[in-house]
């Protein structure tokens, strides 16, 4: 009698314990399995919005390099739809800069400017918006729009500092200060360093200004 009296209170102190805790213990399984679903599925949802961007922007990709009568009207469908619908993806950054480049090939300015501007306002693209804003200064350059192309190059990054200063120099010696342009471009040798390919290019500027 004594051995089931003691597996009766063992019984009865689990009996006690679950109805203290079970109710806790499945609600917080329920939450770790509710979680963990929530988690897989969110996962499952980026990886297909992510094959589906990826579509366009290789759609995108071959009508660049194709060519053809439409192919102007295709790029900007999909960069269109990657911006409006894949904001946040880097396939829509990438977007942007094949379609400038693109529409620029076919002398569309006006369309290569508009992807670029808005590539140069996103600010969830930190790795290609300074691009964009590098790029469309030159195009503004090109433009002889000075005071727009140098609003884009206040405030580089400083992976772009150099890049940006050597942009700047160009837009300074196309307006004629040309104290100003040097400094911009000594700015730009000094941070690309000696090594850096680029480093000559600049340096050339440099002369020719200072043998003008």
Not at 47 to 67: I, P, S, T, V
Not at 104 to 122: M, N, Y
Not at 160 to 183: C, H, I, N, P, S
Not at 186 to 194: E, F, P, S, T
Request: net charge neutral; glycine share 8%; hydrophobic share 50%.
């Amino acid at each position: 009698m004594a051995y089931d009296l003691e597996e009766q209170e063992k019984l009865d102190a689990i009996k006690a314990w679950w109805a203290r805790w079970g109710t806790l213990l499945l609600g917080l399984a329920t939450v770790i399995v509710l979680a963990w679903a929530a988690s897989a599925g969110w996962k499952a949802y980026q990886g297909y919005r992510a094959n589906q961007a990826m579509g366009y922007f290789e759609a995108l990709e071959d009508a660049a390099r194709l060519g053809g009568a439409d192919s102007a009207v295709r790029i900007k469908a999909a960069a269109a739809t990657l911006r409006d619908d894949y904001p946040a993806t880097g396939y829509a950054g990438r977007g942007a800069l094949v379609a400038a480049a693109a529409l620029i090939e076919q002398k569309d300015t006006d369309g290569a400017r508009q992807q670029l501007e808005w590539l140069a306002s996103q600010e969830k693209q930190p790795a290609l918006a300074p691009v964009a804003r590098l790029r469309l200064a030159g195009m503004l350059l090109d433009q002889k729009q000075y005071d727009a192309a140098l609003a884009q190059l206040n405030n580089p990054p400083a992976p772009f500092a150099a890049l940006y200063a050597d942009r700047r120099g160009d837009v300074l010696a196309a307006q004629g200060k040309r104290e100003e342009a040097r400094t911009a471009w000594q700015q730009a040798v000094d941070g690309l360093g000696a090594a850096n390919p680029l480093t000559q290019a600049v340096q050339l500027k440099l002369d020719a200004l200072t043998g003008a």
